[in-house]
């Protein structure tokens, strides 16, 4: 095992004799071979374990005999205890989901905090096969079954060559000590019952199931190297990106064939789930203003192309002055001061705006512009649409949507960056006029 395993570590590239690694350590059977692996191999290395306070004592069990371990061989050992429950419940999803997210992001601050070179994590053989007959059975995209990676980053996976009998009849022959984890034999998770009920009843079949999945997940992830090089060059040549969003002409988005693959694939990276594939071939043959959200993108029809933009973009701004203190300190505005009507002529910029101060009356308000939202544009005498001014000025839908209002008293004082309303222009009567800039 020992041989095999700085064979496959050799072989991926997952450390060097100088590494200085952090092992994560449950106190589980798989964890605890590879820290005893690590140990026999003389790397540099320290223990990392992470108590999500799910099973009471059971989990300070845990937690003692990991850190007895790394006490009784002189390893370097750090823990963190979570309130797991909390967290999935404050960010709405699974406790599997809570647990990951807190694990892996404390993995990186250690590693940035204590100069560790990468995470090693104890995931094997059957690991990487049930989570090929998850993402199977729920439906996913050629990534999906390529299976976990030996590395993805600062994580490696040195055990991904062994089966789980392995490691236990290593553990067995070696007198490993470990901590048996009861939820794992539970079958109300999703991988449980794949471990327990799936993968026997499939080596009834196949007594080599795991190495001959194993083998097509290489095959797989080979063939998904290929896509990757081939979707990358499409990219760079149909999609550009200015600032924070990205586009792409329709047109382009159609002439590829077959057209459902390419836009799952090309669209992936934005969030694209399989099932949201169809929306978005619809959304290439919608009017402008259509859109569809995936999990983290917005992607938007307009005028023949699809605008991409993060939806952390989506969050309305809004903000309340009582003072012109609080409009200076305020960050809204690179420039806020008062002057008087007979100072040095005013700027003439759609950055700045000059509204007579007596009219301007406290709490100020800015907010994006609502459909309905009239105003006076300077150098009129009716009222317009904002919706109607922004289309005759050809503002793009990305930026129209963008636009800011400042309101005083539910007045529209300025379209923030385009003209101010003409209500609260300089007049000769003018006595201080507040001046703003963007």
Known sequence: MLSRFLEFSDREQLFSRGSRLLLAVSGGIDSMVMAWLFKEAGTDHSIAHCNFSLRGDESDGDEEFVASFARANSIPFFSMRFDTL????????????????????????????????????????????????????????????????????????????????????????????????????EVKYIRNRIRHKVIPEMEKVNPG????????????????????????????????????????????????????????????????????????????KSGTGKSVYTATHRLLNDRGRIIISSRAREAPAGYTFNSIDEMQISGLFSAVRITESSDDELPVTNLTASLDLDLVAFPVTVRHWQPGDRFMPFGMKQMKKISDFLIDLKVPVTKKEQVLLLLSGGDIMWVMGYRIDDRFRVSSGTGKILVLTL
């Open 86 to 185: 909390s967290y999935a419940g404050t960010h709405r999803i699974s406790v599997q989901m809570a647990a990951r997210e807190l694990r892996y992001s404390w993995f990186r601050s250690l590693i940035r905090s204590e100069g560790f070179d990468a995470v090693a994590v104890a995931h094997n053989l059957n690991d990487n096969v049930e989570t090929f007959l998850i993402n199977l059975s729920r439906g996913t995209g050629l990534n999906g079954l390529t299976g976990m990676s030996p590395r993805t980053g600062e994580i490696i996976r040195p055990l991904l060559y062994a089966t789980r009998n392995e490691i236990a009849s290593f553990a067995a022959a070696r007198g490993v000590d470990f901590r048996e984890d009861r939820s794992n034999a």
């Open 209 to 284: 199931i795991l190495p001959a999945v194993a083998e097509t997940m290489k095959h797989l992830s080979a063939s998904s190297a290929i896509v990757e090089t081939y979707l990358s060059q499409v990219t760079g040549r149909i999609f550009s990106s200015s600032g924070d969003t990205t586009e792409v002409e329709i047109s382009s988005l159609q002439a590829l064939h077959p057209l459902e693959p390419h836009i799952f694939e090309l669209f992936r990276p934005f969030g694209l789930s399989p099932k949201q594939t169809d929306e978005v071939i619809s959304l290439l």
